[in-house]
């Protein structure tokens, strides 16, 4: 009897995994889907000017810790490493909260997908004076001084990079948007990185002052 309790719990098992498979692929093409023409639709503000920003006053560290907590939620064989020098309790910055996030987690993504999986990843956020500054750091196989000129421009997509997906047609728009929305903030980006040394994106923005107002 156990034999065939376990015989039939084997089968189940397989049987819930081949149907667990199509669903998986299903959710990611949705997601892919919809970051696509959120991308597109971002895009098209800003060629127009016409993107609008909540500037609130808020906190850095605690949007830097949502953002590494969903990407290590969502893969969870990872390893992401958070730091903050010197130890700080809160930055305050004025911002739109939510675009501060969507460039974290497009550094995240990008980083996940270049380092070897058995590579943590590091977040790293240094204050200086009146600046924060936030690095995302991979071990991949790092970006040529060549590529390095253009991985920001609208469009570009890097030498050799491979489509993840058949639906992933917004390549070219992440970085491009990061830094657009970085300079909004009057804050600046940028990548330190070379052949076989793995890579570092990294952005900053001004501490707000408590006079600062928001709109």
């Given at each position: 009897m156990?034999?065939?309790i376990a015989e039939q719990s084997e089968r189940?098992?397989?049987?819930?995994a081949h149907v667990q498979q199509p669903l998986l692929?299903?959710?990611?093409?949705?997601?892919?889907?919809?970051r696509m023409i959120n991308d597109l639709i971002d895009d098209a503000h800003l060629q127009s000017?016409?993107?609008?920003?909540?500037?609130?006053?808020c906190d850095l560290l605690t949007?830097?810790?949502e953002v590494v907590a969903r990407q290590q939620q969502s893969n969870p064989e990872r390893t992401i490493m958070l730091e903050f020098l010197p130890t700080e309790h809160a930055v305050s910055i004025l911002a739109d909260a939510e675009r501060i996030r969507q460039v974290l987690t497009t550094y995240l993504t990008n980083a996940l997908r270049s380092a070897p999986a058995g590579h943590p990843i590091s977040v790293q956020v240094t204050v200086e004076d009146t600046t924060a500054r936030v690095s995302v750091h991979d071990e991949g196989p790092g970006i040529s001084l060549e590529e390095q000129a253009h991985v920001w421009e609208r469009f570009y997509r890097a030498k050799g990079s491979a489509v993840q997906h058949e639906l992933d047609l917004s390549l070219g728009l992440g970085l491009y948007l990061c830094r657009a929305f970085i300079e909004l903030h009057h804050g600046n980006v940028g990548v330190q990185s070379?052949?076989?040394q793995g890579a570092t994106f990294w952005f900053t923005l001004p501490i707000a002052s408590p006079t600062e107002g928001e709109h």
């Open positions: 156990q034999c065939q189940v098992g397989t049987h819930v692929l299903a959710s990611q093409s949705a997601e892919i889907q919809q000017n016409t993107l609008s920003l909540c500037m609130k006053h949007a830097i810790q070379a052949p076989g």
